[in-house]
Nanobody, 115 residues
Framework: QVQLVESGGGLVQPGGSLRLSCKAYRFAFSNAAMSWYRQAPGKEREFVASITSTGGTTNYADSTKGRFTISRDNAANTVYLQMNSLKAEDTAVYYC????????WGQGTQVTVSS
């Protein structure tokens, strides 16, 4: 079945950077719109960024615009999220989401921003 596998999370100090990856298996990745969402403790899952199948259009939540960059490599079936200038409020589990016909989610990767 379809699998989306996130990696790259961890502990980082405020102001630091992390790069998340999400690799797709058994999925028509190059036809799919891909997104990143996040869920902080006690809060609902929220949209972070999205990218169209060709990578031609990206969208960002207001809270991440200018600090985060979403990109994709269709040859590698992988979508990335480069996160710079990280803040404590970016602490959350980050999920990869793929949309092609139906929606698929990854298992999530923890990002903790703390000194």
């Amino acid at each position: 079945q379809v699998q989306l596998v996130e990696s790259g999370g961890g502990l980082v100090q405020p102001g630091g950077s992390l790069r998340l990856s999400c690799k797709a298996y058994r999925f028509a990745f190059s036809n799919a719109a891909m997104s990143w969402y996040r869920q902080a403790p006690g809060k609902e899952r929220e949209f972070v960024a999205s990218i169209t199948s060709t990578g031609g259009t990206t969208n960002y939540a207001d809270s991440t615009k200018g600090r985060f960059t979403i990109s994709r490599d269709n040859a590698a079936n992988t979508v990335y999220l480069q996160m710079n200038s990280l803040k404590a409020e970016d602490t959350a589990v980050y999920y990869c989401r793929g949309l092609y016909g139906s929606v698929h989610w990854g298992q999530g990767t923890q990002v903790t921003v703390s000194s």
